[in-house]
């Protein structure tokens, strides 16, 4: 009634059915926030996790108090993320605010009670949670604690000051203790039908001997079913109970259970067949990973549900078994002494369950109720692979009817069972499952959203397949389908069941084991051209996005956790396998969190930003365990743990490296011997002894060890490396560490001679920024600023694939390997997190790649149509058909820094490219020799190049503010013009010849008129026309001629092309773009007609030169930046190079025609990896590692470092129909059975099957259509 009152005042003072209307909303908001963490899996071993306690209360305290739950919505739309924050941020936000605000309408009579605070898995967070309790001894409301007394609990309790009640159980007087059991046993049993005598009740309090447990138990057993099964013989049996002499209190639990069971199976009543139902069922319950009911174990038993429920009926003493005709409810243990019992009664062959055999057992029927699953695709009968499952308003209570809690039960639980068992005995129902059953259990766990927890599963079936010696095959194929899970699991494609077969089986690697499994099953599926799905390895398994620039990341040692620290100081862990935040964002400092470091027990990390401090945290609960650390007098570059997890060690700007004590935070040794800054530290056990290894600016390497408090020089300074050491990493034995420098060098050292064992082939372009090695210690992995990933076999020191692992868009800031060394996680400057994958089966293609390997900074075509020349972030220089793609030179490996820009000479013959190492190099084209250069005149980077018409000299321009005229005879630097204010990034000569033009930073264009007197010696004489306007103030990033030589176009950092009037300076601007995105380059059509531009946001438009009209685009061309494009001379096709990587040929006429839309024609990529048609429909998620290969509607072809592709959508729909457009496709019965795809187009696809039996059975379609598969009689 309290309630209703509040509303009806409430209705009173706002007179507003809105704001109620709010209000509740509000209201249901949090409950449904709140019930995500509180209500899933509440039973299972997550309720342990001390992080679930205060949300947990929170939301029960929102349920009982209206006022509690508005202040607590109030709270958590300021503060969304508050249940996953740290203890005391919870606590804060969850529980102090609301209620200080809501205190004034709580009932006075609340009481929180937390039971068994001591079974929370982090302990240390418990002792947290009774400090942050006792620190608040004013709220209104009350809190009863029950826990053994551990340590850190008694400590906390020990430590307070505060107002608080201790009751010790085991140290009230034992009478006490029996007076309490016996009101409790009086109250209990007060209802018997022959009341209890004062000897029976003293009887039984003596046999409980201050265990309430055994009360409780024995008072169950003797109430069973209301008093309703002979409550007197049941008395009888607990009071005539032997007698034990064991001093061990838990020998008088044993004796009462023993009892109880007894009487459940020895009953005279009884069949054989109702003892051994009784049996499965307890040992089923016994054994069950997650309570079952009593639907889910009758279908795990093939019994019925009433079987179950009669085996179960002398089992309530024991077992917590839900009321007869109640809705759902779980049979569970009602205390873990019992299920002790009953796993160590050998001698008693009635109820004695063999723990090991039985999970083999269950195990064996849990993956045979998913192989007889039927249908065996399709489960659900989805109509459409264009929606997402959510969208589907009918799916929930399709899933209800196809997914029994048995089978549901099955997929989450048979690996469990598995492992308790010690492996499988049927190692050929464990294969089978992975080549007929795994596509199934996606579906079911997609469908019921689990699909988050199967790449954890299919890493623990992974693990035990090594056991399994068959040559590696089942290896290798569970291998597979861990990598197929974990991708599909992380990806948008989850959203959508019918993507397990549409995206991710159709365009996984042809020579996989999963798709030569079932592949062949399946007909429909999308079709694809070109090599690059046959070849591709499915390396990067899944990326997520954290958010802000990811400048230091670490992997817990049990893999299952990573922890990031971001540029604007925020910490956060997550859960390796869903990618979602389970701790944070915590704030620590305002400053960037550079460096991230885990304990080797994995129970604390210790963040450092980017200062002289270091903190210790709580991996579980965020709170600060010691710290700040300050003993630097400058930034900290490094941080790792000793293997025992007793020292911390740092290495400093300040020359220093520190190692700390764990327990103090005390430094208890410090290490001198560096000149400059120490920027790498790495640890490691040898031979009984803390092995660190360091790595300075100084250029040099320590090898040190850590004895008695004193850092000691094993070897060193060891020379190596001819620039700074920015990375080190020491294998897990100890033996060989490895140091990365900031000129992409890496060697290799034996730490017991410090004799340098082998130097790594270059491949990386710029600063090694970190380096780890595999658990193994076969291999070490390599990242860099130059954005790529490279894996080394640590004895030959070669790639151990030819190419990078991964190449990202964004410097990459930090990686490591996981625990187990299938993955290696990296993150970079984007705030991007990649998990990679660092093993596949079937063949590794290295050998030449198709491609740069790194961004196209510059394409040209070559005026004779024949060739496009492309300069790369690589350092090379390639051309390529311009009618096939292929390579026809290069690379031409020449220049020692970044290749910025390339252009073709008018007739073609000579293709100048311009560098990072501030010179220029003139090629013949036909050949790749140099005709002449290098070209050394500036002082900065080359940033554009071009030829005159007559070919005899080149223009260039430059970040050190001058552009330079060089002869193309003699390599003469001929003219300066040095009247530039700031970098020159463009320059572009007239068709004419007359006249050239420089773009810059500062806004201007200039255009200088040709001269014949050049003179290198002065300056340049023609006095420019400077193009510049108020209106439009915007760094000049490109420019290029129209033929006639009339206007100048130019790009804008605000979404637009400039056209500039030579002749009067007049500005037009055209807009094709946001107003945030940046044109990075534009060109003219040979005719005159059109000017392309090509965006920072990877776009490409296409403009009507006259009136700025858009003809094309804007299209979503590329992945990252579009950085250079080109028109063919022909005008038939556009060249864009991108920071992706990739080329891209496009057919102008293709773009330019408006056609009109078709259902089902991949138009354009999305962001998140969809291919989408021109009505939005999703057609297919391509894996992340293909995005950047998939050539889409317009484009003729690409070319990258690991080929492309394109999708023929076609093999979708070329059986169509008019009348009745639902086709099925039969294929041969194989050992299988059949199986088939039906699509209906061209609105959307439909999925139907054919049994798994060999005899015709007829299935209906989800549409009731009917078609007629060859060879059966009967329509399937």
Request: proline residues 5%; aromatic residues 8%; negative net charge.
């Amino acid at each position: 009634m309290r309630g209703r009152s509040h509303v009806q005042t409430y209705i009173r003072a706002e007179e507003d059915v809105q704001d109620i209307m709010e209000y509740y909303r509000r209201i249901h908001s949090i409950f449904q926030k709140l019930q995500r963490i509180v209500l899933r899996e509440c039973t299972l071993p997550q309720c342990r996790d001390v992080g679930r306690i205060i949300p947990t209360i929170a939301y029960q305290l929102a349920q009982v108090s209206p006022e509690f739950a508005l202040e607590l919505s109030r709270v958590l739309e300021l503060n969304a993320d508050s249940q996953l924050q740290g203890l005391e941020t919870q606590f804060q936000k969850l529980l102090i605010s609301p209620l200080q605000s809501a205190s004034k309408g709580l009932s006075l009579d609340l009481v929180v009670v937390i039971e068994a605070l001591d079974e929370c898995e982090d302990q240390e967070g418990a002792g947290l949670l009774i400090n942050l309790l006792l620190a608040q001894p004013n709220l209104p409301i009350k809190f009863l604690i029950t826990s053994r007394p551990e340590p850190v609990i008694r400590a906390s309790l020990e430590n307070s000051s505060a107002h608080f009640e201790v009751c010790h159980l085991h140290s009230l007087d034992e009478t006490t203790v029996k007076g309490d059991i016996r009101a409790y046993l009086e109250d209990e049993l007060r209802h018997m039908p022959t009341p209890l005598t004062n000897v029976q009740l003293d009887s039984l309090v003596e046999r409980s001997n201050t265990l309430f447990i055994f009360a409780a138990t024995a008072v169950r057993y003797i109430r069973s079913r209301n008093f309703s099964m002979n409550p007197e013989k049941r008395l009888a049996l607990v009071l005539g109970a032997s007698n034990t002499t064991s001093e061990v209190k838990d020998a008088e639990i044993c004796e009462l259970y023993m009892t109880i069971v007894d009487s459940a199976f020895t009953d005279t009543a009884l069949e054989d067949w109702d003892r051994e139902d009784r049996k499965r069922v307890l040992h089923a319950v016994i054994c069950a990973q997650q309570p079952l009911t009593i639907l889910a174990l009758a279908d795990l038993l093939e019994m019925t549900p009433k079987r179950v429920d009669d085996a179960l009926d002398a089992l309530w003493s024991v077992l917590s078994v839900p009321l007869p005709g109640s809705d759902g409810g779980f049979v569970t243990v009602l205390h873990t002494s019992f299920r002790d019992f009953i796993f160590s009664c050998p001698d008693s062959k009635t109820f004695y369950c063999d723990q090991k055999q039985h999970n083999q057992k269950l195990a064996h029927r849990c993956l045979e109720m998913i192989r007889h699953t039927k249908p065996s695709f399709n489960i659900c009968a989805l109509e459409s692979s264009y929606i997402l499952d959510d969208e589907d308003s009918r799916l929930p209570e399709r899933i209800k009817a196809a997914i029994s809690p048995g089978l549901l039960y099955s997929c989450l639980n048979w690996i469990a069972h598995l492992e308790i068992a010690g492996g499988p005995e049927d190692w050929d129902q464990f294969s089978e499952f992975f080549t007929s059953s795994l596509l199934l259990w996606m579906e079911i766990l997609t469908l019921t959203r689990c699909i988050g927890l199967g790449p954890r599963v299919m890493w623990r079936a992974q693990q035990l397949s090594k056991d399994y010696n068959s040559g590696g095959t089942l290896h290798d194929l569970v291998q597979d389908a861990h990598n197929f899970v974990t991708m599909f699991a992380s990806s948008p494609a989850r959203l959508s069941t019918p993507h397990i077969y549409i995206s991710m089986l159709a365009l996984w690697p042809r020579d996989s084991p999963i798709y030569g499994s079932y592949s062949q099953r399946f007909c429909g599926l999308i079709a694809t051209r070109g090599s690059t799905i046959a070849s591709h390895q499915s390396r990067i398994l899944s990326k997520w996005l954290v958010g802000d620039a990811v400048s230091s990341l670490a992997i817990s040692p049990d893999g299952a956790r990573v922890t990031t620290g971001t540029s604007n100081g925020n910490i956060c862990i997550w859960d390796t396998q869903s990618k979602q935040i389970i701790l944070g964002p915590l704030k620590i400092h305002l400053d960037a969190v550079t460096l991230v470091a885990y304990t080797p027990n994995g129970l604390y990390v210790a963040p450092c930003p980017s200062s002289a401090m270091v903190f210790i945290q709580n991996s579980q609960t965020g709170q600060i365990a010691l710290g700040p650390l300050k003993a630097h007098s400058k930034r900290i570059n490094s941080i790792v743990y000793s293997p025992d997890s007793t020292l911390l060690i740092t290495g400093s700007d300040d020359c220093t490296i520190r190692a700390w004590s764990t327990s103090t935070g005390e430094t208890v040794a410090i290490f001198e011997g560096h000149t400059a800054p120490v920027l790498s530290v790495t640890c490691s056990r040898s031979e009984n002894r803390t092995l660190v290894v360091s790595g300075s600016a100084d250029r040099q390497v320590f090898i040190l060890e850590i004895r008695t408090a004193v850092i000691r020089v094993v070897f060193g300074p060891l020379d190596g490396h001819n620039s700074p050491v920015t990375a080190v990493a020491c294998s897990p034995d100890g033996s060989c560490a490895v140091s990365g420098s900031a000129d992409g060098t890496i060697c290799i050292w034996d730490t017991h001679t410090g004799r340098m064992l082998r130097r790594c082939p270059t491949s990386h372009l710029s600063s090694i920024s970190r380096l780890s090695f595999s658990p193994s210690g076969s291999q070490f992995a390599s990242c860099s600023i130059d954005s790529t990933i490279y894996t080394w076999d640590l004895f030959s020191t070669e790639p151990v694939v030819g190419r990078p692992l991964g190449t990202q868009t964004c410097a990459l800031s930090a990686l490591s390997y996981s625990p187990y060394g299938d993955q290696i996680i990296s993150c970079s400057e984007d705030g991007v997190v990649h998990v990679f994958g660092t093993t596949r089966a079937g063949s590794d293609i290295a050998g030449m790649a198709d491609g740069h390997l790194a961004q196209i900074n510059s394409v040209a075509y070559s005026p004779d149509g024949a060739h496009i020349a492309s300069g790369s972030h690589d350092k090379t220089v390639c051309t390529w058909d311009a009618y096939t793609g292929c390579r026809s030179l290069g690379p031409l490996e020449q220049h020692s820094g970044t290749v910025e820009v390339v252009a073709y000479s008018s007739d073609s013959s000579l293709i100048v490219s311009g560098s990072a190492d501030k010179t220029l190099i003139i090629w013949v084209s036909q050949t790749g020799k140099i005709k002449i250069g290098p070209l050394r005149g500036h002082e900065s980077i080359v940033y554009s190049a071009a030829f005159f018409p007559d070919n005899m000299r080149v223009v260039s321009g430059s970040a050190d503010h001058a552009v330079h005229i060089w002869s193309v005879s003699t390599g003469e630097l001929i003219a300066k013009v040095r009247d530039q204010e700031s970098w020159v990034y463009s320059v572009a000569c007239s068709p004419s010849g007359s006249h050239f033009a420089s773009g810059s930073v500062n806004q201007t264009i200039r255009v200088y008129e040709v001269s014949e007197d050049f003179d290198a010696s002065s300056e340049y004489a023609s006095q420019p026309l400077v193009l510049k306007s108020d209106a439009h103030a915007s760094p000049v990033l490109c420019c290029a001629f129209s033929p006639d030589g009339a206007y100048i176009v130019s790009g804008s950092d605000d979404g637009a092309i400039c056209r500039w009037d030579v002749n009067t300076g007049e500005l037009t601007i055209w807009p094709v773009g946001e107003p945030d995105s940046i044109v990075r380059t534009v060109a003219y059509s040979p005719d005159g007609k059109y000017v392309a531009s090509g965006s920072e946001d990877g776009v490409i438009c296409i403009v009507d030169a006259r009136t700025g009209d858009t003809v094309a685009g804007p299209l979503q061309a590329h992945s990252d930046e579009i950085l250079s494009i080109a028109y063919s001379p022909d005008n038939t096709h556009l060249a864009s190079g991108s920071a992706d990587g990739t080329i891209r040929v496009w057919s102008i006429d293709r773009l330019q025609r408006r056609l009109e839309p078709q259902l089902g024609t991949a138009q354009r990529l999305t962001k998140d990896g969809w291919v989408i048609d021109h009505s939005l429909n999703r057609l297919v998620w391509i894996p992340h590692d293909l995005q950047d290969r998939l050539s889409l509607e317009g484009e003729v072809f690409q070319i990258a470092s690991q080929g492309s592709f394109s999708l023929d959508m076609a093999s979708c729909n070329r059986h169509q129909a008019h009348e009745n457009p639902t086709i099925v496709w039969s294929i041969a019965i194989g050992a299988a059975g059949p199986l088939a795809v039906a699509v209906v187009p061209p609105i959307r696809r439909r999925f139907g099957w054919a049994p798994d039996e060999r005899i015709p059975t007829s299935y209906p379609l989800p549409n009731r259509a009917r078609a007629t598969l060859t060879g059966y009689d009967d329509p399937a």
